[in-house]
């Protein structure tokens, strides 16, 4: 379903009558603490809220695949057969030869914009919390 104009001004004043600036300025002053705290970059820390703020705005969900990726690393971290794990066995099975190869580079390329992503979290929001 698109959002139209006039749903996105009451989201908007529905986020302004709940408070969801001053929790986003709470929360930033603190992860501002935490980044000194760890030695990280404020700017670039900076940036990556202002992404995970626009990101609960627009409310879209992590998808299936990078949570997939995710909990493979929190399990084992960076292992050689990453793209094997992640394979859908059935559907590869499916596949002709050529079909295979795109496949796996597909996903191939998904991982890595999955463990960069990993990585960028991991950063802010995971090292240091537990």
């Known amino acids: 379903m698109e959002r ?3 749903m996105l001004a009451k989201e908007a004043k529905a986020r302004m009558k709940k408070g969801f600036w001053k929790e986003c300025e709470a929360e930033l002053v603190n992860e501002r603490t935490h980044a000194k705290e760890q030695g990280i970059n404020e700017s670039k ?4 809220f202002a992404q995970k703020v626009t990101t609960k705005i627009r409310g879209e969900v992590p998808d299936e695949f990078y949570l997939k990726v995710r909990d493979l690393l929190l399990s ?3 292992v050689s057969d990453a793209i094997g ?3 859908d066995r059935e559907y590869y099975a499916t ?3 050529s079909e295979k190869q795109r496949y796996t580079l597909e996903l191939s390329e998904r991982y890595l914009r999955a463990l960069e992503r990993f990585k960028r979290e991991y950063e802010f929001e995971i090292k240091g919390r537990d």
């Not at 820390?45 to 990556?48: A, G, S, V």
Request: avoid cysteine.
């Open 4 to 6: 139209t104009l006039k």
């Open 45 to 48: 820390m900076e940036r990556y």
């Open 76 to 78: 084992e971290g960076e």
């Open 85 to 87: 794990r992640l394979t």
């Open 95 to 97: 596949l002709s030869y």
